[in-house]
């Protein structure tokens, strides 16, 4: 049976990336109208100021082309997770926002790191990965469909640009696969396999007794001397009831 969509649980279900990306877009704004750049909360590697980024740099970005770019892969791969993927939508997620800017702060250049692109490189490889490791016919679409959507996204894993953080990228994308390694064997729900036969009648009509194979020879021909005397009985019987009623008949 098909459920009727319904716009409120899809609302539902997707509040995290919906709330998440209107946050950073709150973040943006409030820069643009008071005048201040929060740059300084970003990651910078290795200092231990610099750690409180892992936590602050995916909200904030550089300019308007910079939260447009990263707020539309939030927002689709963030919702495709939590719809299809509901039992480690969110704890993947969180997995993947931290230890994406963790490794940042550990291996990347010294620099401020800012921007949730570490996070959409986790999302795309997370969704990519998951459709290779579960190998079902739902990952695999889901994961084609990534394929097709952000096809191009590899060239930002390498120093090609200056002013990107592609290590943010890289960190991501590893952190994506290891995560989907992590949850390859947690089955949702919709992934369960039913048996078409569970309401099947289990009951057997048996044609022969249940225990005739189990016999031997020896004891089923004696079987059939024993039912073959008594046949013999009963027709006997059968013969003297009728001798002794034509007898009552004749003295009638």
Known sequence: ??????????????????????????????????????????????????????????????????????????????????????????????IIYLLSGFSVWLFARPAYHIGASGVVYGLISWMLWTGLLRRNVKSIVLALCTVVMYAGYEQGLLPNEKGVSWESHLSGAIIGILTAFLFKNTIEIDEIKSDPWANEDTTKVLYLQSDIFDKTKAQRIQEAIEAEKQRLHDLAEIQRLRNLMSGDMGQA
């Open 1 to 94: 049976m098909v459920k009727k969509f319904s716009w409120i649980n899809f609302l539902d279900k997707i509040k995290i990336p919906l709330l998440f990306v209107l946050f950073i877009w709150g973040v943006e704004i409030y820069e643009e109208v008071a005048g201040v750049y929060l740059g300084r909360y970003g990651i910078y590697p290795r200092e231990m100021g610099g750690l409180k980024g892992v936590l602050f740099s995916p909200l904030l970005h550089n300019d308007w082309n910079h939260i447009f770019s990263n707020s539309a892969p939030l927002l689709v791969l963030g919702s495709v997770m939590m719809v299809f993927y509901n039992r480690v939508a969110v704890v993947s997620f969180v």
